[in-house]
C-alpha cells in the first residue's frame, strides 16, 4: 500500500469564454488532492484518489463565476 498527494497549477485558453458567456477564454486551473495505492502484484495495482480543482478568470473580466469541482477516480493498473 502507498499513500500519495498530487497536485497542479496551470492556465486554460479556450475558444470560447468559460464558464459563462460574460467571462474570459483565459482563465487559471488549480488542482490537489489524495490517495492510496494498493498493488495487487509487481504489475498490478488499484488506486483510490479524491481532488479538488477549481477553474477562475482571477477577474480579468467583470464576471468571474469561477468553478469548484471535488472530483473522486478509482483506477486500475496492469502491465508496466
Known amino acids: 500500500m502507498q499513500p500519495f498527494v498530487i ?6 485558453y ?4 468559460v464558464p459563462v458567456a460574460d467571462a474570459e477564454a483565459f482563465n487559471f486551473v488549480f488542482d490537489f488532492g489524495a490517495g492510496v495505492e494498493v498493488f495487487r502484484s509487481d504489475k498490478r ?7 479538488y480543482h477549481h477553474l ?18 478509482a ?6
Open 75 to 80: 483506477s486500475y493498473s496492469f502491465g508496466r
Open 45 to 51: 495495482s488499484i488506486a483510490l484518489e479524491c481532488r
Open 7 to 12: 497536485g497542479t497549477l496551470g492556465y486554460m
Open 14 to 17: 479556450t475558444s470560447r469564454p
Open 56 to 73: 477562475s478568470n482571477k477577474g480579468t473580466a467583470e464576471v468571474n463565476p469561477g468553478v469548484d469541482n471535488l472530483m473522486f477516480k
